[in-house]
C-alpha cells in the first residue's frame, strides 16, 4: 500500500473541501487531510507536521492566493502549492505560476487533480532524497577535506575525465595556483601531459595500478622536486606528491663533491709527480757525476720544490674549506683589508704596484678569518699577476659598501681584463684562461667556494672595461646566542 499523502487544504467552504477530497479519493489516492483557514493555522501546520503538498482556493474571507503562497513559501520554499479556483483569469494564473504557484486547476475540471496532485508529490518527494544525498555528499567532502587537509604533502584528486575534483591547501602554496573544482588538469599545467607524471596518471587510469613518478617544477625562479604515486580512486585517481627538493640537491651536491674531489686526486697526483721526477732525476745525476757544477742543478731543484710547495698549499686551501670545521668570528673589513694589501704591497717583488683601498663606512661582519685573507690574496695576487697596464705598472682599487643586508666589496684593476667568452669557465677547477698561464688553475676555484662557505658569491663585473672587476658579496650575519655565530 502507498505511504499515505499528507495534504494541507487552505479553504474556508467545507463543500468544496469534500468536493475535492472525494474526487482525490476516487482517484485511489491514499490522503491524510487538514483543512485550515487562517494565516496562523498555516503557520501552525506548516511548523507541526511534514505535508507532501498545499491545495489553496483563490479567495477567503481573510486571505487570497498570492498572501497564501506568501506565508507557506516563508515557511518551506520546496513543497508543492496547487491552486484550485471556481474561476481565474489567465493573466493573474500566470502572475501566479511566476510567483512559485506549481499549478492550477478549475472546480469544472477536477479530473485533472489527480495527476496532477500525484506528479507534484513525486517531484517534491525526489527534491527531498536529492537535498539529503546532496547534505550527505557535502558531509562526505567535509571528512575527505578535513582528512586530505591534515595530510602535510601535496594532495588533488582527478575524476575519469581528468578535471580536478580537490585540491589541497599545500598544493596550491606549492604550486601557486588555486584551483577550482571541475579544472582541466592538464590546461592549467600543460609541460605535464608529456612529462612523468602525465604518463603515470594515464597508466594509472588505464591499468588500475598504481604508478610512481618523479616531478621537476619550475615556479618563478625557484625549482622544485618531487616524489609522486598515483593511485586509482573512483573513476578517476588521486595523486599524492612529496617535496624532496632538499635531498635532491644534497644527492646532487654529493655527486659534485665526489666528481671534484676524484679530479682533485688525479690532477693533484699528475703535478705531483712533476716535480718528484724531476728532483729525483737532478739527484741522480748529481751523484753519478762528481765533476758536474752543482749550483746550477740546486737552483733547478728549488724551483721544482717551490712548485710541489704550491700545489701542497692549494690541498691545504681545499682540505680547509671542505672539511674543517667553521670558524666564524666578527671581521672589520677596513682592518682586515688594510692588513692584507699592506702585506702584499710591502714585498720587494710588488713595488710596481700601488694597492687604493677606499674606505667607507665601519662594517663589521661574522666570518672566518684565514678563508676571508685567502679570498683577498687570490684576487689582488691575480690581479698584480694580469693587471699591469701600459706602462708597466700595477693600479688595484679596492671599495666595499653595504647593500641592504649585505656587504658587497669590489676589487678592480687597468689591465688586460677578461675575455667576456670565457667568464663561465675561470671559477671551474684546474682552468687556466690561457696556455701561457703558470699557475695552478685553481685560484678562482677556491675563492668561490671559501665564498660559499661563508655564505657568499663571486662574480665578474660585465659593465666595467678597464680591466677586470671582481665583486664578492657577503651576508652580513648576526651572531647567534650560544654558538657564535
Same mark, same amino acid.
Given at each position: 500500500?502507498?505511504?499515505?499523502?499528507?495534504?494541507?487544504?487552505?479553504?474556508?467552504?467545507?463543500?468544496?473541501?469534500?468536493?475535492?477530497?472525494?474526487?482525490?479519493?476516487?482517484?485511489?489516492?491514499?490522503?491524510?487531510? $487538514?483543512?485550515?483557514?487562517?494565516?496562523?493555522?498555516?503557520?501552525?501546520?506548516?511548523?507541526?507536521?511534514?505535508?507532501?503538498?498545499?491545495?489553496?482556493?483563490?479567495?477567503?474571507?481573510?486571505? *487570497?492566493?498570492?498572501?497564501?503562497?506568501?506565508?507557506?513559501?516563508?515557511?518551506?520554499?520546496?513543497?508543492?502549492?496547487?491552486?484550485?479556483?471556481?474561476?481565474?483569469?489567465?493573466?493573474?494564473?500566470?502572475?501566479?505560476?511566476?510567483?512559485?504557484?506549481?499549478?492550477?486547476?478549475?472546480?469544472? %475540471?477536477?479530473?485533472?487533480?489527480?495527476?496532477?496532485?500525484?506528479?507534484?508529490?513525486?517531484?517534491?518527494?525526489?527534491?527531498?532524497?536529492?537535498?539529503?544525498?546532496?547534505?550527505?555528499?557535502?558531509?562526505?567532502?567535509?571528512?575527505?577535506?578535513?582528512?586530505?587537509?591534515?595530510?602535510?604533502?601535496?594532495?588533488?584528486?582527478? =575524476?575519469?575525465?581528468?578535471?580536478?575534483?580537490?585540491?589541497?591547501?599545500?598544493?596550491?602554496?606549492?604550486?601557486?595556483?588555486?584551483?577550482?573544482?571541475?579544472?582541466?588538469?592538464?590546461?592549467?599545467?600543460?609541460?605535464?601531459?608529456?612529462?612523468?607524471?602525465?604518463?603515470?596518471?594515464?597508466?594509472?587510469?588505464?591499468?588500475?595500478?598504481?604508478?610512481?613518478?618523479?616531478?621537476?617544477?619550475? %615556479?618563478?625562479? $625557484?625549482?622544485?622536486?618531487?616524489?609522486?604515486?598515483?593511485?586509482?580512486?573512483?573513476?578517476?585517481?588521486?595523486?599524492?606528491?612529496?617535496?624532496?627538493?632538499?635531498?635532491?640537491?644534497?644527492?646532487?651536491?654529493?655527486?659534485?663533491? *665526489?666528481?671534484?674531489?676524484? $679530479?682533485?686526486?688525479?690532477?693533484?697526483?699528475? =703535478?705531483?709527480?712533476?716535480?718528484?721526477?724531476?728532483?729525483?732525476?737532478?739527484?741522480?745525476?748529481?751523484?753519478?757525476?762528481?765533476?758536474?757544477?752543482?749550483?746550477?742543478?740546486?737552483?733547478?731543484?728549488?724551483?721544482?720544490?717551490?712548485?710541489?710547495?704550491?700545489?701542497?698549499?692549494?690541498?691545504?686551501?681545499?682540505?680547509?674549506?671542505?672539511?674543517?670545521?667553521? *670558524?666564524?668570528?666578527?671581521? %672589520?673589513?677596513?682592518?682586515?683589508?688594510?692588513?692584507?694589501?699592506?702585506?702584499?704591497?710591502?714585498?720587494?717583488?710588488?713595488?710596481?704596484?700601488?694597492?687604493?683601498?677606499?674606505?667607507?663606512?665601519?662594517? *663589521?661582519?661574522?666570518?672566518?678569518?684565514?678563508?676571508?685573507?685567502?679570498?683577498?690574496?687570490?684576487?689582488?695576487?691575480?690581479?698584480?699577476?694580469?693587471?699591469?697596464?701600459?706602462?708597466?705598472?700595477?693600479?688595484?682599487?679596492?671599495?666595499?659598501?653595504?647593500?641592504?643586508?649585505?656587504?658587497?666589496?669590489?676589487?678592480?684593476?687597468?689591465?688586460?681584463?677578461?675575455?667576456?667568452?670565457?667568464?663561465?669557465?675561470?671559477?671551474?677547477?684546474?682552468?687556466?684562461?690561457?696556455?701561457?698561464?703558470?699557475?695552478?688553475?685553481?685560484?678562482?676555484?677556491?675563492?668561490?667556494?671559501?665564498?660559499?662557505?661563508?655564505?657568499? $658569491?663571486?662574480?665578474?663585473? +660585465?659593465?666595467? +672595461?678597464?680591466?677586470?672587476?671582481?665583486?664578492?658579496?657577503?651576508?652580513?650575519?648576526?651572531?647567534?646566542?650560544?654558538?657564535?655565530?
Amino acid at each position: 500500500m502507498a505511504e499515505p499523502l499528507k495534504i494541507l487544504f487552505i479553504e474556508d467552504a467545507v463543500d468544496d473541501f469534500d468536493l475535492v477530497l472525494l474526487e482525490l479519493k476516487r482517484a485511489s489516492l491514499n490522503v491524510v487531510p $487538514t483543512r485550515v483557514e487562517t494565516e496562523d493555522k498555516i503557520k501552525s501546520e506548516l511548523s507541526a507536521s511534514n505535508y507532501n503538498l498545499v491545495i489553496s482556493d483563490n479567495q477567503l474571507p481573510t486571505l *487570497n492566493a498570492k498572501k497564501s503562497l506568501e506565508i507557506v513559501r516563508n515557511m518551506n520554499s520546496d513543497i508543492p502549492f496547487v491552486l484550485v479556483s471556481g474561476s481565474i483569469g489567465e493573466e493573474y494564473a500566470v502572475e501566479l505560476m511566476k510567483l512559485g504557484v506549481s499549478d492550477y486547476i478549475l472546480k469544472s %475540471n477536477l479530473s485533472r487533480l489527480a495527476p496532477v496532485v500525484l506528479r507534484e508529490c513525486q517531484e517534491y518527494s525526489a527534491r527531498i532524497r536529492e537535498k539529503s544525498n546532496s547534505r550527505k555528499l557535502i558531509l562526505s567532502e567535509l571528512r575527505f577535506q578535513n582528512l586530505t587537509e591534515s595530510i602535510a604533502d601535496v594532495f588533488f584528486a582527478l =575524476d575519469a575525465h581528468l578535471n580536478v575534483i580537490f585540491w589541497n591547501s599545500v598544493a596550491e602554496k606549492e604550486f601557486d595556483k588555486k584551483v577550482l573544482p571541475g579544472s582541466k588538469l592538464f590546461a592549467l599545467f600543460p609541460k605535464w601531459t608529456n612529462d612523468q607524471i602525465g604518463h603515470a596518471i594515464s597508466s594509472t587510469m588505464e591499468n588500475f595500478e598504481p604508478s610512481t613518478f618523479k616531478l621537476q617544477h619550475k %615556479n618563478g625562479e $625557484t625549482t622544485q622536486y618531487f616524489e609522486g604515486t598515483v593511485s586509482k580512486s573512483g573513476q578517476g585517481v588521486s595523486v599524492l606528491l612529496r617535496k624532496v627538493t632538499e635531498t635532491y640537491l644534497n644527492r646532487q651536491r654529493l655527486e659534485l663533491l *665526489n666528481t671534484e674531489l676524484e $679530479t682533485l686526486l688525479y690532477r693533484i697526483g699528475h =703535478d705531483l709527480k712533476g716535480p718528484i721526477s724531476s728532483v729525483l732525476g737532478l739527484l741522480n745525476i748529481m751523484k753519478i757525476s762528481e765533476k758536474i757544477e752543482k749550483t746550477e742543478f740546486i737552483e733547478m731543484m728549488e724551483t721544482r720544490m717551490n712548485n710541489l710547495e704550491s700545489i701542497l698549499k692549494v690541498l691545504k686551501d681545499v682540505a680547509q674549506i671542505k672539511y674543517s670545521s667553521p *670558524n666564524a668570528q666578527l671581521l %672589520n673589513l677596513k682592518d682586515c683589508l688594510s692588513a692584507i694589501c699592506d702585506a702584499i704591497v710591502s714585498e720587494e717583488m710588488y713595488d710596481n704596484v700601488n694597492i687604493k683601498l677606499n674606505e667607507g663606512e665601519e662594517i *663589521n661582519c661574522w666570518g672566518e678569518l684565514a678563508l676571508f685573507k685567502s679570498i683577498i690574496q687570490n684576487l689582488v695576487e691575480n690581479a698584480i699577476k694580469y693587471g699591469e697596464n701600459k706602462h708597466g705598472k700595477v693600479e688595484i682599487d679596492i671599495d666595499y659598501k653595504k647593500v641592504d643586508d649585505k656587504v658587497v666589496i669590489s676589487i678592480s684593476d687597468h689591465g688586460r681584463g677578461i675575455p667576456e667568452d670565457i667568464h663561465s669557465k675561470i671559477f671551474q677547477m684546474f682552468y687556466r684562461g690561457n696556455e701561457k698561464s703558470q699557475g695552478s688553475g685553481m685560484g678562482l676555484y677556491i675563492v668561490r667556494h671559501a665564498l660559499g662557505r661563508m655564505g657568499g $658569491t663571486i662574480l665578474i663585473d +660585465k659593465e666595467y +672595461k678597464q680591466g677586470a672587476c671582481f665583486k664578492i658579496i657577503m651576508p652580513i650575519l648576526k651572531k647567534k646566542e650560544g654558538n657564535g655565530q
